[in-house]
């Protein structure tokens, strides 16, 4: 193995890509353990299950993500052009996945959630919350735009769920059809089911 300082490191980086790549079910211990080139009790010793593995993975993976996050909803960039690049930075990640595995891998969080959250307390409660801390990212430019008048909604938090969702949906269809083309639309479907009052420069 590594040195015992960066196998931690490696072990969550290769399960989390393991796992969005393929499926929780079908990566085994064994597999995460030899492509991080770490054997397995060193696995053991930083990780009771691959249940605690995958949450600690999928945690480091928001972290990772959260700095890009919180520069795309920065408050300094206009409520609609936040959720504009927001729409585009999905489309723009989803594409190089693809073309880097063959195939569309859709949203990490949802997939495993999906999968397993019925049976895995952790893994469902760990989806919910990254889940939500991204819909919060949604709910501040939905509730910004509507103090500057820019979208029809009442309740900015409910509206964040739907946009959510609908993305969410569209990721899957994406995923079952091996094709990216459909998240260009993500746009001007999130426009409209916000009830933006006006068009997003290009």
């Known amino acids: 193995m590594g040195r015992t300082s960066d196998a931690k490191e490696k072990l969550l980086d290769v399960a989390f890509e393991l796992i969005w790549d393929h499926s929780y079910g079908t990566v085994s211990i064994d597999q995460i353990c030899e492509r991080a080139k770490v054997n397995k009790g060193s696995f053991y010793y930083f990780f009771k299950t691959k ?20 520069r795309i909803f ?14 585009g930075y999905i489309y723009q990640a989803q594409t190089e996945k693809a073309k880097e595995h063959g195939r569309v891998c859709g949203c990490p969080y949802a997939s495993i959630g999906a999968e397993i959250a019925t049976q895995d307390e952790k893994i ?22 509507k103090r500057e008048g820019l979208v029809a909604v009442d309740d900015p938090k409910a509206v964040a769920g739907q946009v959510y969702s609908f993305v969410l949906g569209s990721l899957l269809q994406a995923k079952i059809q091996n094709d990216t083309g459909g998240l260009r639309q993500l746009e001007p479907t999130v426009m409209a089911i916000i009830g933006a009052r006006i068009t997003v420069p290009a």
């Open 51 to 70: 249940s605690d593995l995958a949450v600690s993975a999928y945690d480091e993976h928001w972290k990772a993500k959260q700095p890009e996050m919180d």
């Open 74 to 87: 920065s408050p300094q960039v206009a409520p609609l052009e936040r959720l504009s690049n927001w729409c």
């Open 124 to 145: 469902r409660a760990k989806t919910e919350e990254l889940i939500a801390r991204s819909t919060k990212y949604l709910e501040s430019a939905i509730a910004d735009a």
